[in-house]
């Protein structure tokens, strides 16, 4: 059984994020899922596809850890800045223009060892293989 297929709207979460995010499809591919557009593997650029997710918790992104040290060590979050490269985990079958879909249950890693993952597919009907 497929999983349902990611589109414009879907809501996803970094484990080092406070808040949730809506993910940005750009409509380059131009195919519609349930009125929506849908998502490829490939969108995955920080700020453009994965808008930030407020505030950044993660000790490897240099400027929480800047932070942390002039607060003598108590964890002090800063504003969070995706740095993500693309997902895995897609679709095995279903392409878009050649890209496999995305899907949920995928998962996006940032370079500061964050882990962004679709809460939301943003579709309940359309499953992809």
């Known amino acids: 059984m497929g ?10 979460q970094c ?7 809506t993910l940005n499809v750009l409509p380059t591919n131009r195919v519609m899922i349930e009125g929506k557009l849908a998502a490829t593997i490939l969108d ?6 994965i808008p930030t997710f407020g505030m950044c918790t993660s000790l ?11 607060a003598l060590g108590v964890l002090t979050p800063m504003p969070c800045v995706p740095a993500t490269s693309g997902w ?5 079958q279903t392409m878009i223009g050649g890209i496999p879909a995305l899907t949920l249950g995928a998962q996006c ?11 939301n597919p943003g579709s309940t009907k359309t499953l992809e293989g």
């Open 3 to 12: 999983k349902p297929a990611a589109a414009a709207t879907a809501m996803m």
């Open 15 to 21: 484990s080092f994020g406070v808040a949730p995010a």
């Open 44 to 49: 995955a650029t920080p700020l453009v596809n």
């Open 60 to 70: 490897a992104n240099p400027a929480v850890a800047t932070a942390t040290a002039a």
């Open 88 to 92: 895995v985990g897609g679709a095995a």
């Open 109 to 119: 890693v940032c370079a500061f060892g964050g882990v962004v993952q679709i809460l």
